[in-house]
């Protein structure tokens, strides 16, 4: 039976990830369920992107993520399924596949989309504020137990899709912008390494602090240091050694980061 993953904005506090479960185990009890992160921002469709394509790719094919960052629910936004990848992925239809559908939508076979449309596949009662529970569990819990996709729902071709940032081209550098804070702070930003030739002839700016060159890790830097690394996506991180680069720099999501080419 296949990895069933969860994304969620839902935290620890209340009992919604454990109802996720519940479901899933009572419909497919040999299911095994990975919890990705429950430490999306509220109703943050972005962030909750970026967290499901930075993982999804670890696991090995056949795996069902479900995703429920889900401001829309209640609404006529559709319930969605998508197949991509030799991945399968279950959730609203509002955006939060964007990345993973620019990186699959050129592999063969092409990805296959659903409109889950089918109430068979869903628990009996349907409320308007928990259709992870009511719908993307149950619809995931089919799957893995064994009902063909294409069973699921009626095909569509037009999943919704939403702007994420990309670096834009300046005549000193790049103009980067931060896409992820994780949990120490640090700021991942949408510029790829490969970007930057040489990695000591560049600075960083980003509101009013500044950063020399491109380490190799954290460590080569002095605790309460600001730096610049390679992520594990290899992508520019700015950090502050030890401590939290959001924090003190009071960043956000979507800030601004000039990138000089200095050589």
Do not use: C
């Amino acid at each position: 039976m296949p990895i069933v993953t969860l994304t969620t904005d839902f935290g620890w506090k209340d009992e919604f990830v454990g109802v996720l479960k519940g479901v899933l185990y009572g419909i497919a009890p040999g299911v095994t369920v990975v919890d990705l992160t429950h430490g999306i921002s509220p109703q943050n469709i972005r962030e909750g992107g970026y967290a499901l394509w930075r993982g999804f790719s670890f696991f090995p094919a056949g795996t069902i993520h479900v995703y429920v960052v889900d401001p829309g629910v209640g609404t006529e936004r559709r319930p969605l399924a998508a197949r991509m990848g030799g991945h399968y992925f279950v959730g609203p239809d509002n955006g939060l596949l964007t990345p993973i559908i620019a990186q699959l939508e050129g592999d063969r076979p092409a990805p296959e989309y659903l409109h889950l449309n089918k109430s068979s596949y869903w628990l009996p009662k349907i409320s308007g504020t928990f259709h992870g529970r009511d719908i993307f569990s149950p619809v995931a819990a089919h799957l893995a137990s064994g009902v063909p996709f294409k069973d699921l729902g009626t095909p569509i071709h037009d999943p919704i899709r939403i702007e994420f940032s990309r670096p834009v081209k300046t005549p000193s550098g790049w103009q980067a912008h931060v896409t992820v804070i994780d949990q120490f702070g640090n700021l991942t930003t949408d510029l790829p390494a490969g970007a930057i030739r040489n990695r000591k002839a560049v600075r960083f700016r980003i509101h009013e602090a500044w950063i020399n060159g491109v380490l190799d890790s954290y460590g080569y830097a002095a605790a309460g240091e600001l730096v610049a690394v390679v992520d594990s996506e290899d992508y520019i991180e700015l950090a502050r050694v030890n401590g939290s680069a959001a924090q003190s720099l009071n960043a956000k999501s979507g800030d601004i980061v000039e990138v000089i080419l200095t050589g």
